[in-house]
Each structure stands twice: as structure tokens, then as C-alpha cells.
């Protein structure tokens, strides 16, 4: 078996965390596209350094989705999410 493609989700926690949590678990279940997807709340363990975590995940990703809602434009956190992405090359795939 080959090495699954992972996939970061960006998103503005308050409006975009059940989205992110749902994409994540749809793209997860598709075995023939073996898809790992990362998102922040749910893949970063207690005591563990969240920017450093995230940074890697970003780094090690070969798509950066971002999901678009009402406050994902005034997110700090996801601007710096993607301007790690832009950093490291991803593809960048836009989900509303």
C-alpha cells in the first residue's frame, strides 16, 4: 500500500471547525484516495507546541484546503496558515 496523501485543513475556528471536522472524516473514509487530513483541534495533543505542530503539518502537506466562512478573513491564525502554505508550495484547493 502506498503512502497516503495528507492534506491540511485551514479554518477559522469558531464558524469552520465542524466543517473542517466533517471534510476531514468524508475524505478519510474514501480508501481508494488514501487521504489523511489534518486539523488543528483535533490532531494536536495536550502539552504538545500547537504553531510548531501546525507548521510541520502545513510543511509535510501536498494540499492546503482552506475553508471560506464568515470570519475566515479576519483569522491572524489562518493568515499565518496560509502564508506557510504559499511558503512551502502547496496546491491550494478553496472550500466553501
Not at 494536536?44 to 466562512?69: D, L, M, P
Not at 499565518?80 to 502547496?90: D, G, M, P
Amino acid at each position: 500500500m502506498g503512502e497516503k496523501v495528507k492534506i491540511f485543513i485551514g479554518y477559522e475556528t469558531k464558524t469552520g471547525l465542524d466543517l473542517a471536522l466533517h471534510l476531514k472524516e468524508a475524505l478519510e473514509k474514501i480508501e481508494d484516495l488514501k487521504l489523511s487530513a489534518f486539523v488543528t483541534a483535533e490532531n494536536i495533543k495536550i502539552g504538545e507546541i500547537e504553531r510548531e505542530k501546525r507548521e510541520e503539518a502545513i510543511k509535510n502537506s501536498k494540499y492546503f484546503v482552506v475553508i471560506v466562512t464568515i470570519l475566515a478573513p479576519h483569522s491572524v491564525e489562518l493568515k499565518k496558515e496560509i502564508k506557510l502554505a504559499r511558503e512551502f508550495n502547496q496546491e491550494n484547493l478553496i472550500r466553501r
